[in-house]
Every structure is written in structure tokens, then in C-alpha cells.
């Protein structure tokens, strides 16, 4: 299945705040990943539409399942120490498209990415047609990148 077939079943993310991600994976009670109100209290969220964004970027992470489980990735996160879940999960942001070039082209070849150019990537590689949902999906590259760089002492 290429990703523009897998992004039907999981949508590109649309969740900005990854310390609300972190919240969903250490959740005390997975039992209550299925209980939306629960969830906008634990991820400080308005709506039910919001919590259904957090919950579809876990799922595009691997880490809820399909039916909105933990997954044996983040259970395995769950396992270990604070500094091994950081890295963990990092290291699932940049293995997904888009947010990999993004990290690498920063990295690597001190180049920023603006918007448009997150933006027309999405287009490319997740086939989405339309410039204004692009453009806020690149809200959140470049806030999980940008979530990367604040946790880099633990990567020294």
C-alpha cells in the first residue's frame, strides 16, 4: 500500500501540541482512550472534534491501533525511562514522510523549510489536493520538529 492509500485510512496529522501526544501514551487507564470526555479533560481540549485530531495523530504514529488501543509500540514506550520514550518517539516522527525531510534538510543541510514548501510536500507525497489543509497540516511538522529541537538535551 503506498501512503496515499494508507493516508485514506489515517489522515495526516493535525494535532500541534506533542505534549498532549505523550499524554494519550501514558495515559494511567488506557480503558479510557475510548471516552472522549475523559480525553478532553486529560489533553486540556474544547471539543470532541480536537480529541479526534490527537487521537488520529497517535493512530498515523502507531501509537493507538485501529480500534483506538494502545499499540504494542506504545506499550513499549510505557516501559522504559523518560529519556527512552523521548527518543522513542522521535525518532517515529522523523521515520514518518514529510516530517523525516523536514528534520534531515534542518539537520543536515541547515535548511529551514518555510510553509509553502511543508506544504506542497504534503501535497506530493500524501496526494492532498487542497493549499489550505496542506498549510495547517505544515502547523504541525513544524510543530513536532519544533518539539524535537526542545528535547535535545536528552540527545547529547
Request: hydrophobic share 40%; glycine share 2%; with cysteine.
Amino acid at each position: 500500500m503506498d501512503i496515499s492509500e494508507k493516508n485514506k485510512k489515517i489522515p495526516f496529522p493535525q494535532a500541534n501540541d506533542f505534549d498532549k501526544i505523550i499524554k494519550i501514551v501514558l495515559i494511567d487507564n488506557p480503558d479510557n482512550l475510548s471516552n472522549k470526555s475523559i480525553l478532553m479533560k486529560l489533553l486540556d481540549l474544547g471539543t470532541e472534534r480536537q480529541v479526534s485530531y490527537y487521537m488520529s495523530a497517535c493512530e498515523f504514529l502507531d501509537i493507538i491501533d485501529s480500534n483506538g488501543n494502545l499499540s504494542d509500540f506504545a506499550k513499549l514506550i510505557r516501559e522504559k525511562c523518560f529519556e527512552t520514550q523521548i527518543l522513542m518517539l522521535a525518532n517515529k516522527i522523523i521515520s514518518k514522510p514529510v516530517f523525516g525531510e523536514v528534520f534531515l534538510m534542518r539537520y543536515y543541510n541547515c535548511i529551514d523549510f518555510q510553509t509553502e514548501e511543508i506544504s506542497q510536500l504534503i501535497s506530493d507525497i500524501y496526494n492532498i489536493k487542497n493549499s489550505d489543509v496542506c498549510n495547517r497540516r505544515a502547523s504541525t511538522v513544524k510543530s513536532w520538529i519544533k518539539w524535537i529541537e526542545e528535547q535535545k538535551e536528552i540527545f547529547i
